[in-house]
Nanobody
Framework: QVQLVESGGGSVQAGASLRLSCTASVRAFSRFFMAWFRQAPGKEREFVAAVAWTGSGTDYADSVKDRFTISRDIIRNRVYLQMNSLKPEDTAVYYC?????????????????WGQGTQVTVSS
């Protein structure tokens, strides 16, 4: 089984920063990509960022580009999402996800393992 555990969420003021972490089980490293998604109340789950376990490939949603940075630590089996200049519209539950696929990485349906989510709340 691939297990993903997120941490690092919280409540902050607009303009603040947070760093989310996702710890993956060893087997997760056989997957190609890890990603962060988020889901706000009453909205669909949306893509935030993705990173390849090997190489330097990353991708971001336009809404977070230049504010969020995704990275991975192969030794610690972790993926991070550094979130700067947070806005109230970033408020959501953030999920870590894993896939063995290499295309359409912004589609939630491409991911078959998910963490339990961590809440991020940004107040104005």
């Amino acid at each position: 089984q691939v297990q993903l555990v997120e941490s690092g969420g919280g409540s902050v003021q607009a303009g603040a920063s947070l760093r989310l972490s996702c710890t993956a089980s060893v087997r997760a490293f056989s997957r190609f990509f890890m990603a962060w998604f988020r889901q706000a109340p009453g909205k669909e789950r949306e893509f935030v960022a993705a990173v390849a376990w090997t190489g330097s490939g990353t991708d971001y949603a336009d809404s977070v580009k230049d504010r969020f940075t995704i990275s991975r630590d192969i030794i610690r089996n972790r993926v991070y999402l550094q979130m700067n200049s947070l806005k109230p519209e970033d408020t959501a539950v953030y999920y870590c996800a894993s896939t063995a696929k290499t295309v359409e990485l912004k589609a939630p349906g491409q991911y078959d393992y998910w963490g339990q989510g961590t809440q991020v709340t940004v107040s104005s």
